[in-house]
């Protein structure tokens, strides 16, 4: 016995060791948990996307994208215009590093104005296009002569058509575009969408149409003809288009006369006959599904297009916001969106300097279809009487 003794010693410490061990780990608490993202649906997990949630809005955060709504309220209380999608924006331009290229047609948003602000003050290049009347010499958009003051470049259009884009390129690796002017009606009153590209492609076509507004003063049907870019990715298809100078309408036609079994869209102005007409020679199929919702007062102009597809047979609507349906948006067959600054009009058409994507992502259509049943829902039915279709 006395042989192994000094082996066995040390053997009868481990055992003890591994014992106190198991022990301790008995009563020990586990690691706290990460604290979840803000709004984080429960389903998150299982998702392909994140929702955030906010005050006046909404979000989605997906592998490369994002998409923002906005969710108006009846209030006139200018007080309570907190914590809508001028939020994640505003942060977006805090984590800027390099560069923010910014094309506004309207910008007064006071929080936006802060974070540009704050970018330039930490060396962040920032630029930015507008369009002259509503923009720069607009004594409701003062925050751009405010940024121009201390030294922020601003290239204004100088012209009878519209700059009408409201994109923003951060750090020449995201776009962020859509219907949404940086105001604080666009943000808290009026509908409107937001779609985020975190892509270098997306943001070099971009930055080469902002290029030729800032650098080379050209706007409109004077624009640079880029056609239209193709870009794929994690968001799926997309084709950006930079209007009046591409064939927007023939690329519009054609994504309609593609559509197979549905067709939704959400328009603050429908005026385009082409446009119509497409969507017009889809009722041909009796099943075929053709719903819209048209921003109310513009809905009863004499160029809309409501009268012609409400006799064609099409399901139409008016918007029941207060202020204003902003949305220039097209559904189709519940797997492609066409979404920007866009207005569905012989001006845009024409005039302005427009920008329109066409994504082709079956959960992203999935998020700007739940937006417009929100839509539809809340809209009047076309009062009998109201439409003369002899």
């Given amino acids: 016995m006395k042989r192994h003794s000094?082996?066995?010693?040390?053997?009868?410490?481990?055992?003890?060791?591994?014992?106190?061990?198991?022990?301790?780990?008995?009563?020990?608490?586990?690691?706290?948990?990460?604290?979840?993202?803000?709004?984080?649906?429960?389903s998150a997990t299982t998702s392909p996307f994140i929702t955030v949630k906010y005050r006046?809005?909404?979000?989605?955060?997906?592998?490369?994208?994002?998409?923002?709504?906005?969710?108006?309220?009846?209030?006139?209380?200018?007080?309570?215009?907190?914590?809508?999608?001028?939020?994640?924006?505003?942060?977006?331009?805090?984590?800027?590093?390099?560069?923010?290229?910014?094309?506004?047609?309207?910008?007064?948003?006071?929080?936006?104005?802060?974070?540009?602000?704050?970018?330039?003050?930490?060396?962040?290049?920032?630029?930015?296009?507008?369009?002259?009347?509503?923009?720069?010499?607009?004594?409701?958009?003062?925050?751009?002569?405010?940024?121009?003051?201390?030294?922020?470049?601003?290239v204004a259009d100088n012209r009878s058509g519209l700059m009408h884009n409201k994109f923003i390129i951060v750090d020449e690796r995201a776009v962020w575009t859509g219907s949404w002017n940086y105001t604080l009606n666009g943000t808290y009153r009026n509908n409107n969408n937001v779609l985020v590209l975190e892509s270098a492609g997306a943001a070099a076509a971009y930055k080469t149409e902002f290029e030729e507004m800032f650098e080379r003063g050209?706007?409109?049907?004077?624009?640079?003809?880029?056609?239209?870019?193709?870009?794929?990715?994690?968001?799926?298809?997309?084709?950006?288009?930079f209007a009046p100078e591409a064939n927007?309408?023939?690329?519009?036609?054609?994504?309609?006369?593609?559509?197979?079994?549905?067709?939704?869209?959400?328009?603050?102005?429908?005026?385009?006959?082409?446009?119509?007409?497409?969507?017009?020679?889809?009722?041909?199929?009796?099943d075929f599904v053709l719903r819209g919702v048209f921003e109310e007062r513009n809905s009863r102009a004499?160029?809309?297009?409501?009268?012609?597809?409400?006799?064609?047979?099409a399901q139409v609507r008016q918007d029941g916001n207060r202020y204003i349906l902003h949305h220039k948006?097209?559904?189709?067959?519940?797997?492609?969106?066409i979404t920007g600054s866009f207005n569905f009009s012989n001006s845009a058409a024409q005039d302005n300097d427009e920008n329109i994507?066409?994504?082709?992502?079956?959960?992203?259509a999935s998020l700007y279809l739940e937006e417009w049943r929100r839509i539809w829902d809340s809209a009047k039915e076309v009062s009998p009487g109201e439409v003369n279709c002899d």
């Fill in 6 to 42: 000094k082996h066995l010693i040390p053997f009868i410490i481990i055992c003890v060791m591994a014992l106190a061990a198991a022990l301790a780990s008995q009563f020990t608490s586990p690691p706290a948990p990460t604290p979840p993202v803000k709004g984080e649906d429960a």
């Fill in 56 to 154: 006046f809005g909404r979000g989605y955060v997906g592998d490369n994208w994002q998409v923002y709504f906005n969710e108006p309220d009846a209030s006139v209380d200018r007080s309570d215009y907190v914590d809508g999608i001028d939020a994640p924006l505003a942060s977006a331009i805090d984590a800027a590093e390099r560069s923010l290229d910014i094309a506004a047609f309207e910008l007064n948003s006071k929080l936006l104005y802060e974070a540009i602000l704050a970018a330039q003050r930490r060396g962040v290049t920032a630029r930015i296009v507008t369009d002259d009347r509503h923009g720069l010499e607009d004594d409701s958009n003062t925050e751009l002569r405010d940024l121009r003051a201390v030294g922020v470049p601003i």
């Fill in 218 to 241: 050209e706007f409109g049907a004077r624009s640079s003809n880029d056609g239209i870019i193709s870009i794929g990715g994690n968001a799926g298809e997309i084709s950006i288009i």
């Fill in 248 to 286: 927007e309408i023939a690329a519009l036609r054609a994504a309609v006369g593609a559509a197979q079994s549905s067709i939704r869209f959400m328009s603050f102005v429908f005026s385009l006959d082409e446009l119509a007409g497409a969507m017009i020679e889809k009722m041909t199929d009796p």
């Fill in 302 to 313: 004499s160029w809309s297009q409501l009268p012609a597809l409400y006799c064609a047979g």
């Fill in 329 to 337: 948006v097209i559904i189709i067959d519940d797997d492609t969106v």
């Fill in 357 to 364: 994507v066409i994504i082709r992502d079956k959960v992203i």
